[in-house]
């Protein structure tokens, strides 16, 4: 994904785009033009007419970009399988503003799988936010219940957010204050 830094790109089709930080949601329309600043995930933050925005990876066509590809699971997977899916997807959530995925972060305090009694899944995430308040917090949340949801044999994803306890600077993984410098 790296590499998309500061590429221009022109709309081609309406797109939905959520503001960053604000987390309100506007509509970009055909021939507007903007550079991404972040690829990550499979979501774009990009820039256009003086504004940050975040582009959902299902919408990446309509900047010129590849969709990206549904997890797969192989046949007969176990929950075990189907957990280990749902942090690898998680991983692939990213805070629009620091480019670390949210598992990295600390931000992830727990993932549990059940088993449905018509064969589905449920997974419960609780996570947190690294500010109270954030205004991308619901955008997250959104993210990560739909990059759940597109799991194979998931029904349904249920995220919740906690703030007790509070998210600090020591929940990021080691990885994770090295690239940001918070040692």
Not at 134 to 144: A, I, R
Request: proline letters at 7%; aromatic letters at 6%; one cysteine or more.
């Amino acid at each position: 994904m790296r590499g998309h830094e500061n590429q221009p790109f022109v709309v081609n089709r309406d797109v939905r785009a959520v503001i960053v930080p604000a987390g309100v949601e506007v509509k970009l329309r055909p021939g507007q033009a903007g550079y991404i600043t972040q690829a990550l995930g499979g979501s774009f933050t990009v820039y256009v007419d003086g504004n940050l925005l975040r582009i959902s990876g299902e919408d990446a066509d309509a900047i010129g970009q590849d969709v990206v590809k549904a997890p797969e699971l192989p046949p007969n997977a176990t929950e075990e399988d189907v957990r280990k899916l749902a942090w690898d997807q998680m991983r692939t959530c990213y805070d629009p503003e620091i480019p670390i995925n949210i598992v990295d972060l600390g931000l992830v305090y727990e993932c549990d799988v059940t088993h449905n009694e018509d064969g589905t899944r449920s997974v419960d995430v609780k996570m947190t936010l690294t500010a109270p308040g954030c205004g991308m917090g619901e955008v997250l949340v959104e993210d990560v219940r739909e990059k759940i949801e597109r799991i194979p044999t998931v029904q349904q994803a249920r995220v919740e957010l906690t703030f007790d306890p509070p998210w600090s600077q020591t929940m990021m993984s080691e990885a994770a204050r090295l690239q940001t410098g918070m040692f």
